[in-house]
């Protein structure tokens, strides 16, 4: 246990549903992270939150809305995904946002229909 | 923009074996370099993290090094077992951001 929890762990979807991934860190950090992890390639950092505030947005498209409403609450909301954003999702905690090690949640796998 | 590369892709080792794991990255303006481990379908696991003024890191099996200058890591799993076997991911750290590897998906055999 790292001490970062995401739920689901697991989460089939259509295209048209609107569904919520969450995490939560019980370490007392103060920056949180999405993270999507797709077949073959590196993981691709999301988005970053600096005591709940959002300070890097890595060119996510709009489907993805991520809401942080306090320092051990992170969600992630999906609506009307695509097929190609069927991933593992991933959620990390540290620290501070400047050099400190990062620890990760158990993702949550999914699968867009 | 940094890159890092992870060779090799794949490796297979019989039990006891001792390995080592390389991570190259392209920019060295660094803050850190971890290693993590990852189980099929997992979470990561960080396993050692070293500090760009540091040059190496030693956890039971496991010792990591850095090499700033030349922008390469190495991991060293001493004794190798099949409980091991995952992909081991390195990442750099610079600004806000870490930038992962691809990994090198590990089977130690018996």
């Known amino acids: 246990e790292t001490g970062v929890t995401q739920t689901p762990r697991h989460l089939v979807m259509g295209m048209t549903n609107k569904k919520s991934l969450k995490c939560e860190q019980h370490?007392?950090?103060?920056?949180m992270y999405w993270y999507k992890q797709s077949a073959k390639k590196p993981l691709e950092l999301m988005f970053v939150?600096?005591?709940?505030?959002?300070?890097e947005n890595n060119s996510v498209p709009s489907r993805f809305s991520p809401e942080c409403p306090n320092s051990s609450h992170l969600f992630l909301h999906l609506h009307t995904l695509q097929p190609e954003d069927s991933a593992l999702y991933l959620c990390?905690?540290?620290?501070?946002?400047?050099?400190?090690?990062?620890?990760f949640g158990p993702g949550t796998r999914l699968t867009v229909l | 923009k940094q890159e890092v590369t992870q060779i090799p892709a794949a490796l297979s080792v019989p039990e006891g074996e001792n390995l080592v794991l390389n991570c190259s990255f392209t920019?060295?303006?660094?803050?850190?370099l971890q290693w993590f481990r990852q189980d099929p379908g997992k979470g990561l696991t960080s396993l050692l993290l070293?500090?760009?003024?540091?040059r190496e890191q030693t956890s039971g099996r496991l010792n990591a090094s850095l090499d700033k200058s030349s922008g390469r890591s190495t991991l060293y799993i001493a004794a190798s077992q099949p409980g091991d076997s995952a992909t081991y991911l390195c990442?750099?750290?610079?600004?806000?951001?870490?930038?992962f590897g691809t990994g090198t998906q590990l089977k130690v055999e018996l």
């Open positions: 990390a905690s540290s620290q501070d946002r400047l050099g400190n090690e990062q620890f």
């Open positions: 370490l007392g950090h103060n920056a």
């Open positions: 939150y600096s005591l709940e505030e959002r300070v």
């Open positions: 920019d060295s303006a660094i803050y850190n």
């Open positions: 070293i500090q760009s003024s540091q």
């Open positions: 990442a750099v750290r610079g600004g806000n951001k870490l930038t």
